[in-house]
């Protein structure tokens, strides 16, 4: 088995909004293992206080800061908090979003549409202009926005989420010449089909509800057709993602800015 690469990320600060959820989890797991203090951020102060908790093995600083990404006052409370607490943030894990409900395109609920852009994109903005601000006046630092395959190929019944991920790819790109002035990279990361999982188990569950030509009405049969379309027939992990995010922060991607990481398995 091929070792994992580590980087040298002790003495810094990795922020991670949607700190709460499993690639969030997943992701502080990764850098604290390599040394790195953990701000999580997040709505949900109960799962916040349970990844403290598989966080403490490492014995690297952690924080936590209950936070509403749609609310840029709320953003700025907790870059503060951050900066209180561990006196800079290094980097930004622009990860909080929300896949919204499965319908077709005819029939898709206009609140849900504006809730997922509402969280998706302008929420992305919000930490990302904050991050901006911190990381050009700290000296610079990486930003890894949380786009998805659905921002590089859109897919059935997911419109909302679909037209929010390209939207962070679009913002990616942008970001990265207005802020490389400042040595701030900006990068994204589409992952496809993650798993398992909650998100795995409801993406397949909820496509097999929506009755369309493109998959069967049983959520396992759904699973199959969905790993059937990559090439490497199988699901990426979890760890595969938080690996791709401490790429990109990392000085071996030092180069690297307005990029997005496609993870596909080949699709």
Same mark, same amino acid.
């Given at each position: 088995?091929? =070792? #994992?690469?580590?980087? $040298?990320?002790?003495? *810094?600060?990795?922020?991670?909004?949607?700190?709460?959820?499993?690639?969030? #989890?997943? @992701?502080?797991?990764?850098?604290?293992?390599?040394?790195?203090?953990?701000?999580?951020?997040?709505?949900?102060?109960?799962?916040?206080?349970?990844?403290?908790?598989?966080?403490? #093995?490492?014995?690297?600083?952690?924080?936590?800061?209950?936070?509403?990404?749609?609310? =840029?006052? /709320?953003?700025?409370?907790?870059? !503060?908090? &951050?900066?209180?607490?561990?006196?800079?943030?290094?980097?930004?894990?622009?990860?909080?979003?929300?896949?919204? %409900?499965?319908?077709?395109?005819?029939?898709?609920?206009?609140?849900?549409?504006? *809730?997922?852009?509402?969280?998706?994109?302008?929420?992305?903005?919000?930490?990302?202009?904050?991050?901006?601000?911190?990381?050009?006046? !700290?000296?610079? &630092?990486?930003?890894? /926005?949380?786009?998805?395959?659905?921002?590089?190929?859109?897919?059935?019944?997911?419109?909302?989420? =679909?037209? +929010?991920?390209?939207?962070?790819?679009?913002?990616?790109? @942008?970001? !990265?010449?207005?802020?490389?002035?400042?040595?701030?990279?900006? /990068?994204?990361?589409?992952?496809?089909?993650? &798993?398992?999982?909650?998100?795995?188990?409801?993406?397949?569950?909820?496509?097999?509800?929506?009755?369309?030509?493109?998959?069967?009405?049983?959520? #396992?049969?759904?699973? $199959?057709?969905?790993?059937?379309? %990559?090439?490497?027939?199988?699901?990426? +992990?979890?760890?595969? %993602?938080?690996?791709?995010?401490?790429?990109?922060? +990392?000085?071996?991607?030092?180069?690297?800015?307005?990029? /997005?990481?496609?993870?596909?398995?080949?699709?």
């Amino acid at each position: 088995m091929t =070792a #994992k690469a580590t980087y $040298q990320f002790a003495g *810094k600060t990795i922020l991670i909004t949607g700190g709460a959820g499993e690639i969030g #989890k997943a @992701t502080a797991r990764r850098f604290a293992a390599d040394g790195a203090g953990i701000f999580l951020l997040d709505l949900n102060e109960a799962k916040m206080a349970e990844a403290v908790r598989e966080l403490e #093995k490492y014995n690297v600083p952690i924080g936590i800061f209950r936070c509403d990404v749609t609310d =840029a006052d /709320n953003v700025a409370k907790a870059f !503060a908090a &951050g900066v209180e607490q561990f006196d800079r943030i290094d980097y930004v894990f622009n990860n909080a979003g929300y896949q919204g %409900v499965f319908a077709k395109t005819d029939e898709y609920p206009e609140d849900d549409f504006e *809730k997922v852009i509402d969280i998706n994109v302008i929420g992305v903005f919000h930490i990302l202009k904050a991050a901006a601000q911190h990381l050009r006046d !700290a000296g610079g &630092g990486a930003i890894v /926005n949380m786009a998805s395959h659905a921002g590089v190929d859109g897919p059935p019944n997911m419109i909302a989420y =679909a037209a +929010s991920k390209f939207a962070v790819i679009g913002i990616t790109q @942008t970001a !990265a010449k207005d802020l490389a002035p400042h040595n701030i990279r900006v /990068n994204a990361l589409s992952p496809s089909l993650i &798993g398992p999982g909650y998100m795995w188990t409801r993406q397949t569950e909820l496509q097999a509800a929506v009755g369309s030509q493109y998959f069967d009405r049983n959520p #396992k049969v759904v699973e $199959q057709q969905m790993i059937d379309s %990559v090439p490497m027939r199988r699901l990426g +992990s979890l760890e595969e %993602v938080a690996n791709g995010v401490a790429f990109l922060m +990392s000085d071996e991607a030092s180069y690297i800015t307005g990029f /997005n990481l496609d993870i596909t398995g080949g699709q």
